[in-house]
């Protein structure tokens, strides 16, 4: 086999911004676990997760798995996300942007450092800009993109000039692209170094990482001595665990049909809240029929989404209608654009030239979500007249490398997980291959322009992408949690990539 190009490589780790995060699950953690026979006792907390990182160095890989781990943790950022989406200071107690929405400043906080002790000063946070702009990651260096020059002022300011306003930039400085890096960590694949009030321990692959509390930490300090993320491949064994008092936590939980398992109000609590995670029916634009706006608008007439939530995840979810969800600021409902429909569907094909028994692929990935609105879709399809061959892949074995890299595919399914990620569509290079000038000129206007402006421009392009039918978005993932009763401040809605510890804690 040819070795891959770096951009086969930096496409590969894109893809972990998908459905994975979603098998995370928290287990856990009561105060009162012993170190050993004469340690004293331990605070201790462990995440369960079904998507072990493949490394954990964020500046090469996008894997979701990483910032599961070690967004707002062990790294952080200049600004982050709070559990509503909005952007709140961190190691930056304030910031300004210039006139001209040319020039961001970032006052730091005098107090914060690193775990290794060296202070978060603007030559550090300037090296880890610069460090991300020549990131190997193809997000990060979309991101990074747009800066012109980045520079330290003193001690404790950072000024870093942009190309050309942008909206979507400070956003993206919440996550990945905008953690802070200890300039003293070199193997960042093994041996992470940040400001969070956790620092890595150490990884035992195939089974955990673990994560201890910083003693110093300059902030607010972690609540547990330990955290320890476990990595499992079966959720069913999570459920026995949590009703056994095993675990005191089940995160993203992906079975919502067990929920009622969990009615006993003297011993859990049950979260349901908002994900970014969009479920998609993908369409291959670079293929016949699927360039034809009446055969794409005939298969979103002719799905039940209501159906597929019902039938797939427990009646949990939300129908969004394109690729933006209710914790976006330019989100509306259209949901109703293409009511199921079989009747319009089968006029539609039949306006297309495609007679009955025309077929299409169907490569899902291997996972529950995906197999299982598989079979409903091939089902309700074969009622207007599409034969759907389903075909279900190992996602890192085949779909990755056949589907996502190789484009061999007419229909797939896979969950998009990553905040504001509607940007996708304008890159046609991305594996959808959709190539719209009108959408991708809506993008870029809206990155550009005023706060009023930039949101009717971003409504503009999701109604474009819905009236164009991009995509069948078939649900939205809701945010189902299990907490025992003695855990506290776990986030209900899912606003960013990270797991954030900062606001567990345990009763007592």
């Known amino acids: ?6 951009r086969q490589r930096t496409l590969t780790h894109g893809l972990t911004v998908l459905a994975l995060i979603f098998g995370l699950t928290v287990m856990g953690a009561c105060a009162g676990r012993p170190a050993g026979p004469d340690s004293p006792t331990l605070k201790t907390l462990t995440v369960g997760a079904t998507a072990e990182p493949d490394t954990l160095d964020l500046t090469t890989s996008d894997n979701a798995a990483i910032p599961q781990l070690l967004l707002y943790n062990v790294y952080e950022t200049l600004v982050k996300l709070d559990s509503e989406g909005r952007v709140r200071p961190l190691l930056a107690t304030a910031y300004e942007l210039s006139e001209d929405e040319l020039t961001y400043t970032f006052r730091l906080d005098p107090k914060a450092h690193f775990a290794s002790g060296s202070p978060v000063d603007g030559d550090a946070v300037v090296a880890s800009l610069e460090r991300m702009r020549q990131a190997l990651s193809a997000t990060i260096q979309a991101q990074m993109a747009v800066i012109e020059r980045v520079w330290a002022e003193d001690s404790h300011t950072v000024k870093v000039e942009l190309s050309h306003p942008s909206n979507k930039w400070l956003y993206d400085m919440t996550s990945t ?13 093994n041996q992470p170094g940040g400001s969070g009030p956790f620092q890595f321990s150490y990884w035992i692959r195939g089974d955990r990482v673990v994560l201890s509390r910083v003693g110093d930490y300059w902030g607010t300090p972690g609540r547990f001595d330990q955290v320890t993320f476990r990595y499992f491949s079966e959720p069913n064994a999570m459920n026995t665990a949590m009703l056994s008092g095993e675990i005191d936590v089940i995160s993203d939980l992906t079975s919502p049909s067990t929920l009622p398992m ?9 979260l349901e809240g908002t994900t970014n995670g969009e479920v998609v029916l993908g369409f291959n634009h670079a293929r ?4 034809d706006l009446r055969v794409r608008q005939a298969i979103n007439y002719g799905i039940d989404r209501q159906a597929i939530i019902d039938t797939v995840w427990g009646g949990k979810g939300q129908l969004i209608g394109s690729m933006a969800p209710p914790t976006d600021p330019y989100y509306e409902d259209l949901s109703q654009a293409y009511p199921y429909d079989p009747e319009r569907a089968r006029q539609l094909l039949a306006e297309a030239g495609l007679g ?12 529950p979500y995906a197999t299982g609105a598989a079979q409903v879709i091939a089902s309700q399809l074969s009622q207007v007249g599409l034969t759907v061959v389903v075909e279900e892949l190992d996602f890192a074995g085949r779909w990755l490398p056949e589907v996502f890299l190789n484009g061999d595919y007419d229909m797939t399914i896979v969950a998009h997980v990553e905040a504001r990620d509607i940007g996708k569509f304008a890159d046609a290079s991305y594996y959808w291959h959709y190539d719209d000038p009108t959408f991708q000129d809506l993008i870029a206007r809206a990155d550009q322009a005023g706060p ?3 949101l009717d421009l971003m409504r503009q392009a999701a109604r474009r992408l819905s009236e164009d039918a991009a995509a069948d978005w078939l ?12 855990i506290t401040g776990v986030p209900a809605n899912a606003t960013s990539l990270s797991f954030d510890l900062t606001t567990v804690a345990a009763r007592g």
């Open 177 to 189: 692209a905008g953690i802070v890096i200890d300039p003293a960590a070199t193997d960042l694949a």
């Open 452 to 454: 009023s402006e930039y």
């Open 262 to 270: 969990f009615a006993d109000d003297d011993r859990f609590q049950v």
């Open 288 to 291: 016949a029929p699927l360039n």
């Open 356 to 367: 009955a028994g025309a077929s299409l692929s169907l490569r899902v990935p291997t996972l």
């Open 475 to 486: 649900f939205l993932f809701p945010k189902l949690v299990v907490v025992a009763q003695g």
């Open 1 to 6: 086999m040819a070795p891959r190009t770096r």
